[in-house]
Nanobody, 114 residues
Framework: QVQLVESGGGLVQPGGSLRLSCAAS?????MGWYRQAPGKGRELVAT???????DYTDSVKGRFTISRDNAQNSIFLQMNTLIPDDTAVYFC???????????WGQGTQVTVSS
């Protein structure tokens, strides 16, 4: 069973920055972040493969950057120019290449508010 441990959430003012981290217990080909705002469904934020191929949802392009440290089985999400609509619980996500099995972290709260 793959374990995903997230850190880095918190409260930040509009225009501020936060950096999320997620450490996996083993190497997984695709990792990323989803988020779920109150009363809404879970949506993709960004993903990155072991080959550093990235994908972002349109609303965060140019503001968020996903990166990966394969030696540490970790990914990071640098979030800049945060807006209130970014407020959500952010979940780390991992998916294996062959079996397409999906794993989730426990979630970390990000609140953007003045």
């Amino acid at each position: 069973q793959v374990q995903l441990v997230e850190s880095g959430g918190g409260l930040v003012q509009p225009g501020g920055s936060l950096r999320l981290s997620c450490a996996a217990s083993e190497s997984i080909f695709t990792m990323g972040w989803y988020r779920q705002a109150p009363g809404k469904g879970r949506e993709l934020v960004a993903t990155i493969t072991r080959m550093d191929k990235t994908d972002y949802t349109d609303s965060v392009k140019g503001r968020f950057t996903i990166s990966r440290d394969n030696a540490q089985n970790s990914i990071f999400l640098q979030m800049n120019t945060l807006i209130p609509d970014d407020t959500a619980v952010y979940f780390c996500y991992a998916r294996t290449l062959v079996s397409k099995r999906v794993y989730w972290g426990q979630g970390t709260q990000v609140t953007v508010s003045s």
